[in-house]
């Protein structure tokens, strides 16, 4: 999928926020820079120079999008400060508003998010490419080469996998025990679970993340979302169970579609599915280039800490997961209880 990062701040952010994306583009652009209080730091002359733009235009960005630059490291340097920086530029390439009492500067990141925006700008554009490339490499590289199941890297996402599973079970026993039909009622339910929470059905969702048919989607999921297909597994089947024993016979399935769409309503749900949602639809348009329409609304841009959680030291594929003792030591406890 193509990215217009002049045109998305989410898209922008999620680079932004990828601290393993800004380490490679650090070491690869050479963009140059002085260190100031830990940071490499770049004056308007140096910004101008770079992206082969005018002061007017550089002033312009910095209006239109001046929060944005702020919350990347734009800053305004006054007093001690400026004294500091003075000292600390003099007689170097970036020396510049020597005799003024403010002075603008970009850490690192605030001149890319700039060349993210600059749409008047070559060196800008050129940048932008490069960039996706350096994403693109480093997601590969850390993600071991594919991104499809990047949810599995997730230390948490076992525990919740086996949780899920155990649920899954009641769900799927109390339906044989107090619903009619056929083996299609389980299909039946359980696209009723995620068009409530993700408002795809299996077959939707495959297609989102283009997933063999046979995929089981579960393995595919953040732990977030299988905790609460967990709740809505166990909940649903606590309310059939009631139901069926009140009536003192199997329930219908209109009768278990009508329980569940009051189940559903509960606004016990209500933040658990927001935050799934937002989840799913922000994450797998980072991590997984896949762009759930009718959650389209919910995106947002990735947090530093889902970098760190996907693609940071305590991020293992699964395998090396589970061939950690202490790993398989807390899944049989759990498979135990």
Known sequence: MAKDLTESSHDRQNILNNRYALQQAE????????????????????????????DRTIERYL???????????????????????????????IDDGTKTSVLGVFSFRAVL?????????????????????????????RAG?????????DENYLISALQEENYRRQFTDALDNYVEGNHWKYA?????????????????????????????????????????????????????????TN??????????????AGFE??????????????KMASRDLCFRDALHEKLEAYI?????????RFLGEKSRSLEEQLSDPETLAVLKRLKDR
């Open 27 to 54: 070491q690869h652009l050479s963009l140059g820079g002085v260190t100031f209080e830990g940071d490499t730091v770049f004056t308007k002359a140096q910004v101008m120079t770079m992206y082969d733009v005018s």
């Open 63 to 93: 209006v239109s999008h001046g929060e944005e630059l702020k919350s990347n490291g734009y800053q305004l340097l006054r007093g001690n400060k400026l004294r500091k920086f003075k000292e600390l530029a003099h007689g170097t390439d």
């Open 113 to 141: 998010n700039i060349g993210m925006l600059l749409t008047e700008s070559e060196p800008a554009r050129l940048l932008r490419s490069r960039l996706l490339d350096i994403v693109l490499d480093v997601m590969a590289e």
């Open 145 to 153: 080469g594919h991104t499809r199941f990047i949810n599995q890297r």
């Open 188 to 244: 039946r339910f359980t696209n009723l679970i995620y068009q409530s929470i993700f408002h795809e059905n299996a077959a939707e969702y495959k297609k989102v993340l283009n997933l063999a048919v046979k995929t089981n989607i579960r393995e595919t999921l953040y732990s977030e979302v299988l905790n609460l297909i967990a709740s809505y597994e166990s909940g649903i089947a606590h309310e059939l169970e009631q139901a069926s």
């Open 247 to 260: 009536q003192g016979r199997k329930l219908t399935q209109k009768e278990a579609e009508s329980l569940f």
């Open 265 to 278: 309503k509960h606004p016990l749900f209500k933040p658990l599915i927001l935050d799934a949602r937002t």
């Open 300 to 308: 947002q841009s990735v947090p530093e800490a889902d970098f760190e």
